[in-house]
């Protein structure tokens, strides 16, 4: 069968990838400008094939982005201004685009996947919510995807449900300290004055904290007094299928830090430089005794590229956040902000728990948290709010991936709705709410310890 051709928007999606990772370099007013046009183009090229719901909250977004920006009389630029916050974002998506494809076809990745589904009860939550949260950090949805992909087939509905709760609430939790999660990619962009190494190492205590939590629910509330009484033997996982697994997610990080210690530049533009070679080279090895060489990269490339256009909801809920985010913030009166929180919440801790519970009533009535991060850091900067920015960086970092694990419209819950036959909503707002309720109240009260511990 002949291959199709790759479409128009997928050639424009790349060029917008290229192009970003030129101007991370160059620098050059034309470019971002160029790059922003691009985007434009894409979107109005995908925008017939985005679901209906992302239509209305994206567009709604732009409406409103937009009509900020015309008070401000200067909505052209503010417009632009916004498309151009979001390239760096894309550019991550197209990354994580070329270690997908991979993922599923590892044998040392399967391997694992296998020795994790076999661990009898008592063992298999924690092996899927550590399992999928230290292969998703470094590998993001198609690591979410390797794990999730086991329980379609799942006949106990009871266990099938409860082994989705262990994968989203450890996948989720990976946003709390991964620099390869678009989570703190978002955080990090957000609040320029951070970088990785000021949350990132307190994010693992916050992730810790997540997967006990769901863990201890799991336990006391979920599981039935009935047990199985067929004998389960855990299959396990050779050295040589472990050394494979642990370096292909070793040397991926151990890449990054060296290109991002050598260049200095960001996370996403590491990622855009090195995923291509790194998962054009892990694709081949797997493949070297089926294709030659020249005939797996090419057959690899294309895979990837005819792909691309299928990243428009990503798209459109990006651009559509960052545009609204500089809308809102351009006529928002940010003098007495400061001062009206001091009188409605005048003890500052209180204002990590506002912060948290502020994240999750959005997410769970349908806004993303890209959203919620860009509106607040542009309206409510942390010196309004009398914390310091490690103390809001790490807040947000943590209540991210608790925002995905509630939201209807996040890639978490829509990609496990879609595995397992479950509508969205019933994942997000049934399933997941409860524990993302009581780890917010963890992850506040651990970000308050540290604050006074720290200053």
Known sequence: MPQKNISLPAWLYLLIAVLTLFDAFIQAPFLALLTSVLIIAFVILEFKSIPLAQKISGGGLILIGLIGASQSGNSINILFDGIERSRIFLLLFFAVSWLEQTVSLSPALKATRKTIISQP????????????????????????????????NQKDIILRNRMARAVINGFGSASSWSP???????????????NWYDIGPFGMLLAFATISC?????????????????EISPVPLSSKNFCRMAG??????????????????SIPVTLGLLAPPFGLIWYTIINKDKNSLAYGAKEFTFNVLTKLPTLRNEVIVF????????????????????????????????????IIFLFLLASAIGFHPVITIIALTSILPPETLGLSDWVIGLTYAGVWGLSAMISPFSGTTLLVSRIIGVPAH????????????LNGISIALIVIILRHLLG
């Open 214 to 230: 769901g863990w201890a629910y799991d336990r006391l509330i979920l599981r039935t007094s009935k047990f199985s009484n067929e």
């Open 319 to 354: 651009v559509a956040a960052n545009i609204f985010g500089v809308g809102i913030a351009s006529i928002v009166p940010t003098d007495n902000l400061s001062n009206t929180i001091n009188t409605f919440l005048p003890w500052v801790d209180t204002r990590i728990f506002a």
């Open 426 to 437: 019933v994942i997000g707002w049934r399933w997941m709410l409860p524990t993302s309720i």
């Open 180 to 194: 390869f999660f678009v989570g703190m990619i978002v955080v990090l962009n957000a609040l320029p004055s951070l």
């Open 121 to 152: 009860p008592g063992r298999r939550y924690l092996y899927l919510a550590y399992g999928v949260h230290f292969i998703g950090s470094v590998l993001n949805l198609a690591g979410l995807s390797l794990l999730a992909n086991t329980m379609k």
């Open 248 to 265: 292909i997610i070793l040397s991926l990080i151990g890449l990054a830090l060296l290109i991002v210690e050598a260049t200095g530049t």
